[in-house]
């Protein structure tokens, strides 16, 4: 008779005691060419994250010419006095490296990221793009036509076309921030490499230029390949330059995008608000994010689970542009899609949210759900040198000192429900919202009138 084998159990393993956590604190420092440098050691994080921040804003741009910052920050990377654009290419991917940019409201911004051993090599690539950016008339066309092909897929976006239609609503006609930030159609085809190379030349040094390198850097002389390559880059200082203030006409009305025969309708309701610099801003990320920042906020229990209007919808704060002074802004919204026949039925049912919010406050059980998902989760969506590059850059952009980030988790922690409901309900006051909504007019702009949520028209879809 065979003996049957007895099996042993070992003792379940026990969670430890949590680590205390902070975002991490940057050193911050200066080259001789007047470049600030800031810098962030995280060990184990073997591939670098560099961020290059330039003061080269969306209104700095000519008039006629929006989109000029965007095509620029495209053409560092296709060529420089040293190398062709294939060329380049071939050795950022020699280095393993990526390098990528873009241009916002608040200046242009360059995102390295390399393996640290090949570090110093992947800086002097981005320092010859800074330094002397080839702005081959060829390669400008080239990305010229390039982005006039991405336009027509953007306004076929719903949710695209319906961010460009409250930006034009918010915003006064000639504010840049009423406009598409990588231009229109009639402005990108204007653009050529002189106009191109002039931006360049008037707002591109490194005076006035950040640079944030965070990784393991152990080991390295992150001093000498400074200066050996970004160190190299010259340029004359910069008079400082006027900052037009935020403005924006949040009266409560509705604008339809019409799009006949849409079987759902693109949901985009905002206004203007408070950026990082307003002590309400803790408070406003942690209400805004029971409303609508996850699967159980208040909005998607409403119209996802109980209703099945849509697949979820979001609210949210994004910064415009921020300010000490107080003439930044961010954007507050809610965003979302529903079917077309359930459109007023479900701005009905969002409005009643709204209401509800402002007449009985959020729970305590909410407040505490929203701080564990926004605080407890923190040093995951940190663990990246990427990550934590891009906020430490945020920063800089936004004027914010360098502990700003470890500061709003401990305020988000010690925000109390009521102040968290103050400001959610301040925020998205339902007589003051602006609505968006790209769909079917012949099906929605009826029942959407019955709401009195604001005078509604009707525009055309390009």
């Known amino acids: 008779m065979t003996e049957l084998a007895t099996m042993e159990f070992h003792a379940q393993p026990q969670a430890g005691e949590p680590k205390p ?68 290419a071939a050795e950022l991917e020699r280095c393993g490296a990526t390098l990528d940019a873009h241009a916002d409201h608040p200046g242009v911004r360059l995102s390295l990221e390399v393996p640290a051993s090949r570090l110093g090599k992947a800086l002097g690539l981005l320092a010859d793009a800074l330094r002397a950016p080839a702005f081959a008339d060829g390669e400008v066309e080239r990305l010229v036509r390039n982005r006039l092909d991405e336009i027509p897929h953007e306004l076929a976006n719903p949710s695209r076309r319906a961010a460009k239609e409250l930006s034009k609503e918010l915003f006064p006609a000639d504010a840049r921030m ?31 230029a950040t640079a944030v390198v965070v990784g393991d850097l152990t080991g390295v002389d992150l001093d000498a390949l400074l200066g050996d390559t970004l160190g190299a880059w010259n340029g004359s200082a910069a008079e400082p330059r006027p900052v037009p203030p935020v403005t924006a006409d949040d009266r409560g009305r509705v604008v339809i995008v019409d799009r006949p025969g849409a079987v759902q309708t693109q949901l985009l309701i905002g206004r203007t608000g408070a950026d990082r610099h307003d002590r309400v801003w803790p408070a406003q990320v942690l209400g805004t994010y029971c409303l609508g920042g996850t699967l159980t906020s208040r909005l998607d229990r409403v119209l996802r689970e ?7 919808v979001r609210a949210f704060g994004q910064v415009l542009r921020s300010a000490p002074d107080g003439t930044g802004a961010a954007m507050l919204a809610i965003s979302g899609s529903v079917d077309t026949p359930n459109t007023g039925p479900a701005l009905e049912d969002l409005w009643t949210v709204l209401r509800k919010l402002a007449a009985e406050g959020l729970t305590d059980a909410e407040r505490d759900v929203a701080v564990q998902n926004l605080v407890g989760v923190a040093p995951l969506k940190y663990e990246t040198a990427a990550a934590v590059a891009s906020t ?63 005078e509604v028209t009707v525009v055309a879809a390009e």
């Open 178 to 208: 009423s406009r598409p930030r990588q231009g229109t159609e009639e402005t990108v085809e204007a653009i050529d490499s002189a106009a191109v190379r002039a931006f360049y030349e008037r707002h591109v040094r490194p005076a006035t």
């Open 306 to 312: 109980e209703k099945g209007y849509t697949y979820g």
């Open 392 to 454: 430490l850059a945020d920063q800089v952009e936004q004027h914010l000192p360098d502990d700003f980030q470890a500061m709003l988790y401990r305020q988000l922690a010690a925000t109390g429900t009521v102040e968290a409901t103050a400001a959610v309900v301040n925020a998205f006051p339902v007589d003051r919202l602006v609505t968006v909504l790209v769909g079917d007019a012949a099906q929605i702009k009826e029942p959407v009138e019955a709401l009195g949520i604001g």
């Open 21 to 88: 956590w902070a975002f991490p604190a940057p050193e911050r420092g200066s080259l001789d060419n007047g470049l600030t440098v800031l810098r962030c050691h995280r060990p184990g994080q073997q591939v670098v994250a560099v961020e290059v921040l330039l003061d080269a804003p969306l209104d700095a741009e000519p008039a006629g010419l929006d989109g000029v910052a965007t095509i620029m920050a495209r053409a560092f990377s296709e060529g420089t006095d040293k190398h062709s654009a294939e060329d380049f």
